[in-house]
């Protein structure tokens, strides 16, 4: 009953968040320079001209109007129409989420995985050379940018080795019996590893770009944790019970190490998604980031709109999420 | 010495063997489909309506799918296209058009002189958004009878037939467009362009297939993928990795470091692109003596050496030699000298220097920065201090409309029509939205010009403003671009002067 209660009161926080952002959005975009119809005023057009294109986009009205206009299609499910694609704003949107949740759940696998694998290892030889370089891989890992890690990629497996490809979501002479835009899971349930295998092969150097910074600090966070759960008792009595080291780690310390890495994996995830933004622009892979480049250099208000709101959602979404996640996982919380 | 080990041997294989598997195309393959890795995205396929429309990158990819009313040539002068002839009546109150027979659209059906008087009449019809409306409404009463087209000239404009192949100025399919509605224009469109839309991926790429029964012949290749990669490093890398066959658009230097190896080579053409400073009749430029001076000090041909890497044409017009009213008599000479006594006469020096600002984007064209700082230290030489506002274009082209500008602002100014009204006019004439000078004097000479009928004069007419505006200094022009594009040497590419690049104008190099 109490975790109900906490959900729907977390629902209701999150209402009050996401009409927070369509507030701020709405009016902060129509503050900074740069109007859409400045962006396509062609040479020789006169002031009876930009009136017309003003009035042709609804842009002729008060702030307060368009914002009360705007809202009200809002509650009916149109957040309007893109002024650069000329479709309405929410099928654009929701038709390249898949492709940026793909990638940010790609991306987060690599880094669990190798996060996760690197503390293991380095408090399975704790005190050694290869904590040592486990230390200074992690420091290398999070000084360099997602970006920068991008720009290495390309150049190592894109044009000195080209092993994977350098552009794009999927290979364009391929046929694409897709319904959903969840092309990897799709693939997967039709079985055409052919063509998960060259999504794969796109998604990889996007997704270790990403990757990279987080499994270092997730690697950094869940090695701390570890070695100070190897010092507790309870620990200490599975050894003098006989238990090998690799067992202790896994099955006794990892279990309760591995809470306060769950909650900044979470929160990290969300910084994730907003990473995919300049690394879908690097790779010219076809989601939300790089759909949200091109609208606001066009002054696509609607467009810009319409993906701030989903992107806030989304963050929402993935905290609450985490807080059910970590919530169920602590006994401690569980029983409260 | 470190014996090697039969597990070593096989790990090394097997490493070997799966790059070998992953590796992606090979350049000393031949060529079955072409990729291009283009430099802007596609956001819309309907090439007469909102800001795509408008922008002239996308040009190349719309030109590959609609034909235009009449055809340009690569280095900018019209052919017979859509329409095989075009003129006015004697008194300029009639436009008429041949359209061309035996032409089909990409489903088969035949193209009419009905859509080119559709594309007209819809184009000119201000509730469709077209942003060059006013210019398409000089013409009314549009009809088609046979293959010929007519309409009343409700103002004469000079260069309509130009814009009917400039922006906008495309011929769709009447019948098909009014079946399907714009959003099923959207989802399928069709022209009678050399290639036909095979499948789409918005902001990732578009793949053509040739049009076998393109009027003006079949194209070199069969299928042609045009990925949309916006980022400058990333296309160096797609053509470095020999993933895509053709790109434009990168650094200068990347340029030169990449063009003269085996595998890529280069082709580099001036384009109708010009650089230029607007110079706003506010503050210190309304002092002669300052404007010369600050157009006097500036030594182009150093900022083209040492910026651009020897990639460009220093110009002091807005006119650029492959335009009708380029007149090489028109110099403004580097003379520094000159421009400090020039200064000193209005009581400044490099001790006391005049103050203005300077606005300019920074990465929107190459080294727009870069050339700005270089500009103001010339100036600083001679007595000019100026200080370095950095905006995105977007705020510039807000500014521009409102004349809000900053005494001196950097920008590029595209003409691919390569006409004095589309250069000089809508950039220097007063009450146009993309004029910061208002000065009277400048609008009376302009003014008579939008509607001259005679063309030998009306050209004259312009060459005699650009010698007022370089006299005056009321706009410092700098230079015109060169673009670089990068290829496979199993293609061979033809630059178009207006900066589109055509697919149907590559083919297989001998």
Do not use: C
């Not at chain 2, 080990?5 to 079955?32: F, H, N």
């Amino acid at each position: 009953m109490k975790l109900l209660r906490a959900i729907l009161l977390r629902l209701a926080t999150m209402s009050v968040t996401l009409i927070g952002a369509a507030v701020v959005v709405f009016f902060v975009i129509r503050i900074v320079p740069g109007n859409p119809i400045a962006m396509m005023l062609p040479p020789g057009a006169s002031e009876d001209d930009i009136a017309r294109l003003t009035a042709h986009y609804g842009l002729d009205k008060s702030i307060f109007e368009q914002f009360v206009i705007w809202l009200g299609g809002v509650f009916q499910g149109d957040f309007g129409t893109s002024i650069s694609l000329r479709q309405p704003v929410m099928p654009l949107v929701l038709g390249r989420l898949p492709a940026t949740m793909e990638l940010a759940i790609f991306a987060l696998v690599i880094a669990v995985v190798i996060g996760g694998a690197m503390a293991l290892t380095g408090v399975r030889y704790r005190a050694t050379r290869t904590e040592t370089a486990i230390d200074v891989a992690n420091g290398v890992g999070l000084s360099i940018p997602d970006f920068l890690w991008a720009l290495i990629l390309i150049v190592l497996f894109g044009v000195l080795m080209p092993v994977f490809h350098i552009s794009g979501r999927i290979s364009p002479s391929l046929d694409l019996p897709f319904v959903t835009q969840f092309y990897v899971f799709e693939s997967i349930a039709r079985l055409r590893f052919d063509l998960w295998w060259d999504l794969l092969k796109h998604m990889f150097m996007p997704a270790l770009a990403l990757a990279i910074p987080l499994a270092a600090i997730i690697s950094q966070l869940l090695k701390q944790s570890l070695k100070e759960t190897m010092h507790l008792d309870y620990v200490t009595l599975s050894r003098t019970k006989g238990y090998g080291e690799n067992h202790v780690i896994v099955s006794e310390a990892l279990p309760n190490a591995v809470l306060p890495t769950l909650t900044l994996i979470g929160v990290q995830f969300t910084f994730l998604i907003g990473g995919t933004v300049i690394i879908e622009r690097l790779f010219s892979y076809e989601g939300l980031g790089n759909m949200a480049i091109d609208a606001v250099i066009n002054r696509d208000l609607p467009l810009i709109q319409g993906i701030v709101i989903v992107f806030a959602l989304l963050f929402t979404v993935i905290n609450l999420i985490v807080d059910m996640t970590y919530a169920l996982l602590n006994p401690r919380l569980r029983h409260a | 010495m470190k014996q090697i080990s039969r597990r070593t041997v096989l790990k090394g294989s097997a490493a070997a063997l799966a790059v070998t598997a992953l590796a992606g195309p090979s350049l000393a393959q031949g060529i079955d489909e072409l990729v291009i890795a283009y430099n802007v995205n596609l956001p819309s396929w309907d090439p007469t309506v909102g800001p795509s429309a408008v922008n002239p990158t996308i040009q190349g990819i719309y030109q590959s799918v609609f034909d235009q009313f009449i055809l340009q040539q690569p280095d900018l002068s019209p052919a017979p296209g859509l329409l095989t002839e075009w003129g006015w009546n004697d008194d300029k109150t009639k436009v008429m058009m041949k359209v061309r027979e035996g032409v089909t659209w990409h489903d088969g059906s035949p193209f009419t002189a009905e859509d080119v008087a559709w594309s007209l009449t819809r184009a000119a019809d201000e509730t469709t958004g077209n942003p060059i409306q006013f210019i398409w409404s000089t013409l009314g009463n549009i009809k088609a009878e046979g293959n010929m087209v007519t309409a009343d000239v409700t103002r004469f404009e000079p260069t309509i037939f130009k814009w009917m192949y400039f922006l906008t100025g495309y011929v769709l399919p009447k019948a098909y467009y009014e079946k399907v509605g714009p959003e099923g224009f959207e989802a399928a469109p069709i022209g009678t362009g050399p290639y036909m839309v095979e499948k789409f991926e918005r902001n990732a790429f578009v793949r053509l297939k040739a049009n076998p029964n393109y009027w003006g012949g079949k194209p070199d290749f069969e299928t042609v993928t045009i990925k949309f990669v916006t980022d400058a490093a990333s296309r160096v890398a797609e053509i470095e990795s020999g993933n895509s066959h053709v790109t434009l658009e990168m650094p200068y230097e990347e340029y030169d470091r990449l063009k003269g190896g085996d595998a890529i080579m280069g082709t580099d053409a001036p384009i109708s692109d010009i650089g230029m400073i607007f110079l706003n009749d506010i503050e210190a430029m309304l002092d002669p003596n300052v404007r010369m001076a600050a157009a006097m000090a500036i030594d182009k041909k150093l900022i083209i050496d040492r910026l651009l890497s020897g990639y460009g044409v220093a110009i002091d017009t807005l006119q650029t030699p492959d335009y009708i009213a380029y007149d090489p008599a028109i110099t403004v000479p580097h003379d520094p000298d000159k421009a400090k006594a020039l200064l000193a006469e209005s009581g400044f020096s490099p001790e006391n220097p005049v103050k203005f600002k300077i606005q300019t984007t920074r990465g929107f064209k190459p080294k727009d920065y870069e050339i700005v700082q270089a500009i103001v230290g010339l100036w600083r030489n001679v007595g000019i201090e100026a200080e370095i506002e950095v905006y995105e274009i977007a705020k510039h082209f807000e500014l521009r409309a409102a004349d809000q500008l900053a005494p001196a602002a950097f920008y590029n100014w595209g003409n691919s029509v390569g006409d004095p009204t589309t250069s000089t006019g809508f950039a220097m004439f007063g009450p146009s939205p993309h004029s910061v000078w208002d000065g009277e004097d400048l609008v009376g000479k302009i003014g008579p010009l939008w509607g001259e009928a005679d063309e030998d004069k009306r050209i004259a007419g312009w060459k005699e403003v650009d010698k007022y505006i370089a006299e005056n200094a009321l706009v410092i022009p700098l230079l015109q671009y060169v673009q670089p594009i990068l290829h496979a040497p199993g293609v061979s590419v033809t630059p178009h002067a207006s900066g589109a690049l055509l697919p149907h104008l590559m083919k297989r190099a001998s």
